[in-house]
């Protein structure tokens, strides 16, 4: 009734009325009028659908580019991480934060670091788990929501945490622990450390638009990349509530190094396919 009201007086507008704008709103209400009656209704399965299998994978590979910086930075902060300590221990304490380390350290023993490990009880592990990913889940969070200063901060986060994991791998590869230590954290570290450089990757989207936004104003080259960012954020949340499942379970039933590296190598091969190689058209689109 609404609708056909909306056409009545549009025609009538139309043959007596000399205002534009008021043509010209009634023409748009009348539009949207029409679309919301007649146009394609989706319902919230089709969505929650089209969101898996086009909106996230195609978000994803859009912010290519960045995902390789973001991934290349993670990677330099670990060799950067790595050689610090290496040369001097001291640079540990300066890198881990307190929590993180928790007693773990360049002079901590080879078999305290292994028990830490494998130990499916220990309520240390547990606790050093639990302020990893809620660790991790800020650094996503962070470097997403700070992309808006030019990247810079993003690139920088992206960076110290590569840090940080580098340090990490030191003090064990130092004990003989290194791939030890690398099977523990590959059960849902490939998962959680791919979603926290797609984080990065979506505010360096943000932030590189900002900082060059062509023929756009600032504001509308914000806004066009935020809805790419936006999308591969929603979907990496979903990665990281993956993540912590991972953890939970993996870390006491898993002892196995050759198993935590399938997992871990398996999770990956997973997500690259899902995201690179599987791509599923939605109705409709060409």
């Known amino acids: 009734l609404l609708y056909r009201s909306a056409l009545s007086s549009l025609s009538v507008a139309r043959a ?130 700070l992309g808006f200063a030019f990247a810079a901060p993003t690139v920088l986060l992206m960076l110290f945490n590569g840090c940080m994991l580098g340090a990490l791998f030191q003090v064990y590869w130092a004990k003989g622990l290194g791939m030890e230590l690398g099977g523990w954290l590959a059960i849902h570290g490939t998962t959680e450390l791919f979603a926290i450089a797609l984080a990065g990757a979506a505010g360096m989207r943000i932030g590189t638009r900002i900082a060059f936004p062509g023929e756009l104003t600032r504001m509308a080259a914000a806004a066009h990349a935020g809805q790419v960012a936006a999308t591969a954020m929603v979907g990496v949340s979903v990665m990281l509530l993956f993540a912590g499942l991972l953890e939970g379970i993996g870390r006491q039933t898993i002892t196995s190094d050759v198993t935590r590296y399938a997992i871990g190598g398996g999770m990956l091969a997973l997500w690259i396919a899902y995201f690179y190689l599987f791509q599923v058209v939605r109705n409709g689109d060409r």
Not at 88 to 100: M, R, Y
Request: glycine share 12%; no cysteine.
């Open 16 to 145: 007596t009325s000399l205002d534009s704008a008021l043509i010209a709103y009634l023409e748009s209400l009348s539009l949207r009028g029409y679309f919301y009656l007649y146009g394609a209704r989706r319902g919230l399965r089709q969505r929650v659908g089209d969101f898996f299998l086009h909106d996230w994978p195609g978000a994803i590979r859009d912010l290519w580019r960045e995902t390789l910086v973001s991934v290349a930075l993670m990677f330099v902060g670990i060799g950067a991480g790595a050689w610090l300590v290496a040369s001097d221990k001291g640079w540990f304490d300066a890198i881990i934060p307190s929590g993180l380390a928790a007693g773990r350290g360049p002079d901590a023993s080879a078999e305290l670091l292994r028990r830490m490990l494998y130990d499916g009880d220990n309520g240390f592990l547990s606790g050093f788990a639990a302020y990893l990913f809620t660790h991790n889940v800020q650094v996503a969070i962070l470097a997403f929501a």
